[in-house]
């Protein structure tokens, strides 16, 4: 049998994580670990493969520090590291943050994508256009979205988010050489997941109490089975079941990631739980990596989150001082480190084998699975990955019981659901509720349609699920119904779309985000993505409507979502397929949700 590279025949010491900041911090992981090669099947394709540390920390220091990669910088790391040039340079050209030229003095980055359009983002994008466009100081760039929907159009200044109001501001202090940092949103919002809302100073407090021996792990699994919760995001695997299954592992080491990429266009949800509720995050993390023997753990967040990060930072600061993290945990002799890794940006990192391989160094192609990560994960070796939601929602079950969390849902659905909400409504935010929620209700929840306006239709969880229309208005918001009514709960990201809107139009905005996204490896996703979007933007450009579309974007929907290997591919035409079974279905949904967006993630 195949084995995971080359060296077959001993286990591979690799150092791995350089710190990003270069300060020799307590919690920083920065240890040896072992690789072996494992005897899993589908592994094959990853022989030859770069074994050794991941390079990605050391190149996000240097971008960090000069804003683009000098090839001085570059040819020192190939130096000092013994690793070559060309390895570097594949590495650094499959993600677009990474420069190989010098920026201009200011970067400001305006998102094109859904909720943005949907709020003139064109139009903002023409106006900053038109006021720095000639401006040899300033780029303005159009980007993916940068998860701050809520903002809609969203403008980044520096990599710090800018409101509207506040860009000129931002800009003229950047070109002077100074930048406004920007902290993290923080509500202030008690949300109902959080059991520690009413004393800040009892957080942590079912950690301690697994620590303490007074909550069996074997209890936990079983609890968090019986509560029914399931990933939250996208692909909704039993989260009990994972951890029983990452338990179960005999190969050691283990890992634990907590998944903070959140990249789809209107999702916020967890960059808005990870401002909020550092505490809850991490403390299901660790709670996670106790229950499956994993002592190392990161936080893998999308670089755009850096107030967010600074958050977690802090939290992390807290962690270390109470003596939750580190080498003897509460003198139980349990090590349990946790670092934050940051992305090196593009929505495919948060397919989680994307992540891994951008953790180990790699360029962020999703791996065939099976093998899953649970089995076959970080550095070949088993790996707990959970979102931001998922491990938030753990503390309170374990305190409260599955049977509360159970009947805190509602209309058949159970638990709690965190919702990014954006688009046509008057309060775009982040909204926790009952599962089971109506869309109409959740639309009233964030203050109704803005200005008088109807609902056309709506993706309830990102833009991966298919369009609903007003008839989809009273579907609780749970898996099976979503389901029965063709869309999905995907990421739990509500993007609402009033009757002004040419809905083949955001549809074909949507599947622009798709194309821009692929990562490229395989041809119908890499091709097929093109080819859509090319037709659909040339018959919108002649005034074409869906009922003028013809059956080669039927066959190229087919065609991806046979043959993609990864999530992104399966339902990146999805949306544009439902769009026009409404049109062909007089207005009534929908085609069929291909599959639940994180694709074909059917084991841990
Ligand atoms: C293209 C793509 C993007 C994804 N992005 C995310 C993401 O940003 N955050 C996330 O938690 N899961 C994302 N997923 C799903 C992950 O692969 C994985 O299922 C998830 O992190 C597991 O955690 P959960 O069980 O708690 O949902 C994505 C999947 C695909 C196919
Ligand atoms: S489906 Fe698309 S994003 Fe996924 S692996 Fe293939 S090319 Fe990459
Ligand atoms: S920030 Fe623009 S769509 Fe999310």
Known sequence: MASTNDRSDADVDVTKSADRDGDAHGRRVGTTISMRPADVPGVEGRNGRFPGPSLIPALTAVQR???????EELLTLSREWQRPLYEIEGVMTFYPHFRTTPPKKVDLAVCHDLSCWLNNADDR?????ERYGDDVEVEVREVSCLGRCDVAPAVAVQEQPANVERVGEMVEAARAGKTITVEAKRTGTAYPNDPYADDGDKRYGVLRRVLAGELPHEQIVETLKASGLRGMG???FPTGTKWGLVAAQENLPKYAIVNADESEPGTFKDRQIMAEQPHLVLEGLLLGMLVTGAEEGWVFIRHEYGPEEHVLEQELDYLQEQNLIGEDVQGTGKRLLVDIFTSPGG???????????????????????PPFPGVYGLWGQPTLMNSVETFAHVPIILDRGADWWKAQGKNGATGLKFFSVSGAVRNPAVYCVPSGTTTRELIDVAGGMKDGSEVQAFQPGGASTNFLGPDALDVPLDWQPLQEAGSALGAGAMAVVDQSVDLLAAATN???FFRNESCGKCVPCRVGSTKAHTI?????????????????????????????ICGLGQVALGPVASVLGMHRRGGAAVAEQPMQPGGSESSA
């Open 65 to 71: 520090e000069h804003g683009w990669l000098p090839r």
């Open 234 to 236: 996208g692909a909704g």
């Open 536 to 564: 659909l933007t040339e018959l919108l450009e002649r005034g074409g409507t869906a009922a003028d579309v013809d059956d080669r974007i039927d066959d190229l929907e087919e065609n991806l979502r046979l043959t993609s």
């Open 347 to 369: 929505y495919i990192l948060g397919e989680e084998s994307a992540l891994i391989e951008a953790m180990e160094g790699h360029r962020g192609e999703p791996r065939n699975k």
């Open 510 to 512: 949507v599947l622009r």
């Open 125 to 129: 994008i023409a106006e900053l256009k």
